[in-house]
Structures are given as C-alpha cells and as structure tokens.
C-alpha cells in the first residue's frame, strides 16, 4: 500500500511540526482497571513511533498509541484530569456513552477547548455495559490521524451477560499515510482529503504495522474491535477459525450469530468471540471486494486451552431486552419518520476554466473513460463530471493537469468500480483530486428534508423520554456519492430499524450506523439525556467540512437535576 511522495504539496512550513527527534518513544497501552470514584491523568503528548524503517511524530495519550484501556464496572464513575502537551487546543470525547452533556467533549459547546498547556477535568458515567472509546473532537482528521484514540471496556453489572470465553483481546483498526518516511502533512489552517477522507498506505491493530497473536488449542478468545480510522472501512475476516458475532456499539446483540466477517465503519465497534480450534499459522485479514490485507498474524499452539469452553461456544444466546424491544417495533416500523435527513455533496470543479476559455472536456474522476463535452454525470456511479483538458486556451496558459482514478492502482492494488461492495468505498480510487479537495470547494451537507435547513442550521428540539424514528437518506442526486457513518452523541443511543425498507433482523444499541451510498436507514433514537448535543458524519474529513449539527434535548418536567 506504499504511496509515493506528492511533487506538488505545500511547503513543509505551512504543516504541524513532523520531527521525531528527541521524543520518547511510543509504549504499547496499560490497562487501568478503574473503580468508583478513581481518578487518574490523561496527558496529550508528541511521541516518536517506529514504523518499518521509518520513524514518525505522533501524538499519544500517556505516551502510548493507542492510548490507555480503561476497565470500569456498569454503573461507576470515574474522574479524568486531562493536560494538553500536543500541537493544538484539544477536548476529549467519550464515544458513545450516555454521560452528563458538560463532560461530552464537544468544543464551544460544552466545554471551553483546553489550550496547549491547559488542563481540564471530566466525570464520566457508565451506565451502560459494553465497549466504548475516546479521541479528540477539534481537527480530528489530524489529532485522531496521530493517534489520539483509546478504548473503554464496561464490565457489565448483570452476570452471564456475556458468554465464557478464555481471554479478552483489545484490537484498535487503524490506517496511516505515509510519504517520504514521514506521515503525510497536514495544514493547520484547513482540512484536504476533504471528498472521501485521507485513507492511508499502512494499517495499523493497536498502534502496530505488523501485529502477532497467540491462542491455544481450542481457546475461545472475545475480540473487542473498534474502527479508529478516519475514512477506512474494515471487512474483518479470521479464515480458519470460527466467529460469533455477540455485540455491538453498545452492549450485546438480540441474538448471538455465527459469521464469516464483519464490517466496520469509522467508530464502530464490534464484539466477536473466535473458536481455534485447530493448532497452526492464521491471518486476521481486511477483506475488500478487490483486495485482502493482512491485519494481524495468530499462532495457534497445540498446548490445550483451560478450561475447554469449545461446547458453549456453539450456543447461540438471546438477549431478553432486545427481545422485548422487537415486540414494540412492528408500530415503529409502520410509522412514518419523525424526522428525515439527507446525506449530500456539493462538489466545485477544481480544474474549472475561466470563462471564455473554449470548449472543454469533462470525466468522471472514478471512470476517466467516460467523457462529455458537457456538464452532467457518471451514468457508472453518479458522480458529477469534473473537467479533464482545455481544447483550447488562451495564448501562454497552460491547462492544470486532470488528477483521476489511474494514481490509485499503483498504489491500492487493483481497480474496482466506484460504489462497489454494497455501497462502500473500499479504497480511495480518486487520489489525486481528492487530495485537492478542502472545505473551500468540497461542502458535504446534512439536510433536514422538512425544513430545508443544512447542517449548524438544523434546529431539533426532543424532551429527556422521548422516542424519535429518524430517517437518513444517502441521496444519489449529489455531486459524490458515497457512503457515511452517521454518530449521535450521548443523548442516548438507538436500534436500527429498518434498511431500505427491510427490517434489521439482529438488534443492538448503537450510537453509529453506516449509511451505504443510496441507502435509506430508519433508526428508533431513544432520548436519555438533557443538554446540547452532537450529530455528524464520522468520516473526520466530512465532519471537518461542515456534515454536523448540534441538537437540543429539554429535561422532563418533573426530573430531578
């Protein structure tokens, strides 16, 4: 996946610092097991990290990528004491917890940005047992990028409510963008990579290009796996071994589900439990419909597991609550949405001539043989035709050259159709324009489709107790189709109800929900928790370029404060 340096980037002065020298070196992360009422330091820091045969600046939490694992019990509280020793002001989000809205993390909003040498003080709640993570919420497509992200593990507080397993494995999924030994620059002052988000050439699993796992024979090991990229989606396989979906974003699901992969899209996390079963060398593998990347390497000994848990693992478990749930949704499903959204771009065309300057060409960046003498789109995928060469100019001009698709398959492997594998882009197939693309010629909008409004303009209004069928819509009808988890912060959490009309047939809470490009999903959002609170597009890119809005949810007459 290496990429080659770009000859036409800016001028290093112009990008966050990227010198490694003099800094500590990265640590693997500790685990902290946290009861009610600990406290302890978070700190942001550079940190230099070894990568094949180069060594790069990033960031970390406590000096290690990712940062610290926090094990607390359903139900406790924890105080966080952050300091802020990196490249710019900084909050701290905890992703998918339904928490008190001032500790949520969300800059201007809730809290004042903590300064670079500032320290700010968060209490966290757990109410909800399940796997969770943190990273920042100011320029996320840098500070998330260098490796600001760790997990949080919430012991559930009702027993049996996960099956046994032998052993707990913590697997952040992760993509880097190398050039020239060093990660790629960023700008401090806007966002690029702003079309599909800034994929990278080298993957990561927790914070580690080449990561090795060992299991015994007939071990059942749980996987906790949350996708920490800015852009990537992972289509987790284990060839080999067998695998048990039994959770999700936010605890268990309905029913408990053999499979042979699992997606993942940007902040979405996944609980799997794996039966090796047989001794050997397996690969924990990134399968795309073009492509398979080795995440991880596991070395199955033939030394016994103890106690043998090969039996239950071949139970497939019912939740009860999710089961209630189900009784209670057939009205839902039948109802129309309580609110609509769209998901839509609008795309400038960067190479566009000035006007008088003659005939033009246009293409598709994603298929550069489909052309038109006339403004349109993609009939292959919809995307809106940029233009491609001047026919003719005036005298001492020289046409800027037409990036496209082509700079993708030297570096990514194969080429595959825009939109392929069910709506998701695997790969960044137009490299060159999207590397050009910022908030400046690149606006990504969510839209309220009652009141016209788009994203900071976007005005909900929900009481603590509500329920709320919201529909996302990933319009075609736009200038770059593609796909979107879309996050609601912790007002509450949701179920999803139904996919292009289909009913979801496995429930489980979440706080983030892939939208596939042209998909329309219906979620059932169950509000908790009074305050001002976030909604945006995962993908740190679009959210950068303004795909976000803030919600407001009143307390219920009568609740205690």
């Not at 190479?351 to 293409?363: D, E, M, R, T």
Request: proline content about 9%; some cysteine.
């Amino acid at each position: 996946m290496q990429q080659p340096p770009q000859p036409d980037r800016p001028a290093p002065a112009e990008f966050f610092p990227t010198d490694p020298s003099g800094l500590p070196e990265a640590t693997r992360p500790r685990l902290l097991e946290l009861a009610d009422g600990d406290a302890f330091d978070l700190r942001i820091g550079p940190v230099a990290k070894r990568l094949g045969e180069a060594t790069v600046r990033m960031l970390g939490y406590n000096g290690s990528i990712p940062g610290p694992t926090l094990k607390v019990q359903q139900g406790s509280e924890v105080i966080v004491h952050v300091i802020n020793e990196g490249d710019l002001e900084a909050t701290v989000h905890w992703h998918g917890l339904r928490l008190e809205n001032k500790y949520d993390g969300v800059p201007h909003e809730t809290q004042t940005p903590i300064p670079i040498g500032g320290e700010f003080t968060y209490r966290i709640r757990f109410p909800d047992p399940g796997l969770y993570w943190y990273h920042p919420h100011i320029r996320e497509d840098y500070t998330q990028e260098m490796g600001l992200y760790g997990n949080i593990v919430v012991v559930s507080a009702e027993p049996g409510y996960w099956p046994p397993a032998n052993r707990d494995v913590l697997l952040t999924l992760d993509d880097l963008l190398l050039e020239d030994g060093k990660i790629a620059p960023f700008s401090p002052v806007e966002t690029t990579y702003t079309a599909m988000g800034r994929f990278g050439n080298v993957l990561l699993v927790s914070g580690e290009q080449d990561h090795a796992l060992t299991a015994k024979a007939g071990e059942v090991v749980r996987l906790w796996l949350t996708n920490t990229a800015n852009t990537r989606v992972f289509n987790v396989a284990l060839p080999g071994a067998r695998m048990k979906l039994v959770g999700g974003d936010s605890g268990r699901v309905e029913h408990e589900e053999f499979v042979s992969e699992v997606i993942l899209a940007p902040s979405e996390r996944a609980v799997v439990d794996v039966l090796f079963d047989q001794r050997g060398q397996l690969e924990l593998q990134h399968r795309t419909p073009d492509r398979t990347y080795r995440l991880a390497t596991i070395t199955v000994t033939s030394e016994p597991a103890t106690p043998s848990l090969a039996g239950q693992f071949q139970e497939l478990r019912q939740a009860p609550e999710l089961a209630a749930e189900r009784q209670a949704l057939d009205a839902w499903l039948a109802a129309p949405p309580d609110k609509t959204l769209a998901l839509i771009a609008e795309m400038d065309d960067i190479a566009a001539p000035a006007q008088g300057a003659g005939p033009v060409v246009y293409a598709c960046p994603m298929h550069p043989e489909v052309t038109s003498d006339q403004p349109g789109r993609c009939p292959k995928c919809g995307m809106k035709l940029l233009v491609t060469a001047l026919t003719t100019q005036p005298a001492g001009r020289e046409p800027p050259p037409m990036p496209h698709a082509h700079g993708a398959t030297e570096h990514h492997g194969e080429p595959h159709s825009h939109g392929a594998g069910q709506g998701i882009e695997w790969e960044d197939d137009m490299v060159a324009v999207n590397r050009l693309t910022t908030p400046a010629n690149m606006r990504w909008k969510l839209v309220d489709r009652t009141t016209g409004a788009a994203n900071a303009a976007i005005d909900w209004h929900f009481t603590e107790g509500d329920r709320v069928k919201i529909r996302l819509v990933n319009e075609m009808d736009s200038d770059h189709p593609m796909h979107h988890p879309f996050h609601l912060h912790g007002a509450g959490r949701f179920l999803v109800l139904a996919r292009d009309g289909q009913p979801e047939l496995n429930l489980v809470w979440k706080d983030t929900v892939l939208v596939r490009t042209g998909q329309t999903v219906d979620i059932l959002f169950d509000i908790t928790n009074p305050g001002l609170w976030m909604a945006h597009c995962h993908i740190a890119e679009h959210m950068q370029s303004g795909m976000m809005f803030s919600f407001t949810v009143a307390r219920a007459q009568g609740a205690a404060r």
